[in-house]
Antibody
């Protein structure tokens, strides 16, 4: 069964850092397009970052330079390193597996509170 | 990276149809046939319902269908059922190899 499980969320002060993890099972991470999507409390979905199959990265303008995606194929894990956190980064963060054009598989999400 | 525009709400009685619009620009919806739609129940993760404008993943009922004309995509839910009551979001691949989501539509089954 294809599954994604996020962890690493929590509360942090403005300016602080957190690293979110996404454990993948049922598929090969290194052959997959992966993304992070977030949802602020009571708000809509917002795409945050992509990692392509070739390892290249793309970011939402407002997180460029503060957030970094990475993967560890040996651990079958996908990560989001978040630095210089702001109140407006408060959200549930979902990792998602893309079939290039859409987000086919989603994790259950992990909450990040910056306060 | 501006959000795509959706109506805040839509509703219909059981058995009826409801259509949700998703308006972008030539840099996203109008420029690519890569529009997808997601269903989200309260407290749950989103679920893919339609991808590449018209395609349905395995397991999604054929009551859900998608279309696109110019810069506007649409999701139609036919034969509304109680379990279709949820928030729906569109998304599009956009210039610069990024993605943008819609503002979301709350669907109510009367």
């Amino acid at each position: 069964e294809v599954q994604l499980v996020e962890s690493g969320g929590g509360s942090v002060q403005p300016g602080g850092s957190l690293r979110l993890s996404c454990a993948a099972s049922g598929f090969t991470l290194s052959n997959s397009w992966m993304s992070w999507v977030r949802q602020a409390p009571g708000k809509g979905l917002e795409w945050v970052a992509n990692m392509q199959r070739d390892g290249s990265e793309k970011y939402l303008n407002s997180v460029e330079g503060r957030f970094t995606v990475s993967r560890d194929s040996a651990k079958s894990s996908f990560y989001l390193q978040m630095n210089s956190l702001r109140a407006e980064d408060t959200a549930v963060y979902y990792c998602a597996r893309r079939a290039y054009t859409a987000f086919h598989i989603w994790g259950q999400g992990t909450m990040v509170t910056v306060s | 990276q501006s959000a795509l525009t959706q109506p805040p709400s839509a509703s219909g009685s059981p058995g009826q149809s409801v259509t949700i619009s998703c308006t972008g620009s030539n840099n996203d919806v109008g420029g690519y046939n890569y529009v997808s739609w997601y269903q989200q129940h309260p407290g749950k993760a989103p679920k893919l319902m339609i991808y590449e404008v018209t395609k349905r993943p395995s397991g999604v009922p054929d009551r859900f269908s998608g279309s696109k004309s110019g810069d506007t995509a649409s999701l139609t839910v036919s034969g509304l059922q109680a379990e279709d009551e949820a928030d729906y979001y569109c998304s599009s691949y956009a210039d610069g190899q990024v993605f943008v989501f819609g503002t979301g539509t709350q669907v109510t089954v009367l």
